[in-house]
């Protein structure tokens, strides 16, 4: 079994707000920024070509743009089971080598996996929401946003253009 998670977030500000009984005002902020955050990748990902998801970020060591749609998959599935069982279970994704190079396949597993996210999310009732899935949703929403600042490097690399609505979020 692999080894519980630690919370790595150590932000007193919300832990006091948990004990002082704001819990349902800050999930409920974590699960508004996690939807937008996987919402915004889904839209990224629109765009994306089976040529474009095979491009690396310059001439410096990358992966491509595919496998970084991979690691986002692969994130949401493994975190959507962690908030199930309230601690980490290890990383998993249905994406294979092959798949991320086709484009319909990996809108389909994000779309999915956004989807699966937010059935998780949906199905433990608020009052067993504790600090450990809490934790594992922040995780997962700094997961997503952190992709999103390496992928406007590849786009910008690789001069793709930006989805409208992710432009205006990032002022790009």
């Known amino acids: 079994m692999a ?35 996987m919402e915004l990748t889904d839209a990224l990902a629109s765009e994306v070509t089976a040529q474009s998801l095979a491009l690396r970020n310059g001439t410096g060591r990358s992966n491509t743009i595919g496998e970084q749609f991979w690691c986002l998959v692969g994130a949401r ?3 959507a089971k962690a908030f199930e069982h309230g601690v980490w279970r290890g990383f998993s994704c249905s994406l ?11 809108r389909s597993a994000l779309e ?4 699966l996210v937010q059935a998780k999310v949906q199905s433990i009732p608020e009052d067993k929401v504790d600090e450990s899935r809490i934790s594992i949703l922040f995780d997962l929403e700094q997961h997503e946003v952190q992709h999103h600042g390496q992928l406007i ?19 790009l």
Do not use: C, M
Not at 153 to 171: D, S, V
């Open 153 to 171: 490097r590849f786009f910008y690399a690789n001069e793709l253009p930006f989805p409208a609505g992710f432009a205006k979020r990032y002022n």
């Open 3 to 37: 080894p519980q998670r630690s919370i790595d977030f150590p932000t007193a500000i919300w832990r006091n707000q948990l004990k002082a009984g704001a819990s349902h005002v800050i999930y409920g902020i974590l699960q508004d920024r996690l939807s937008k955050a």
């Open 112 to 115: 999915g996996s956004n989807a």
């Open 77 to 79: 599935e493994s975190y």
């Open 96 to 106: 294979n080598s092959k798949s991320v190079h086709n484009p319909d396949v990996v």
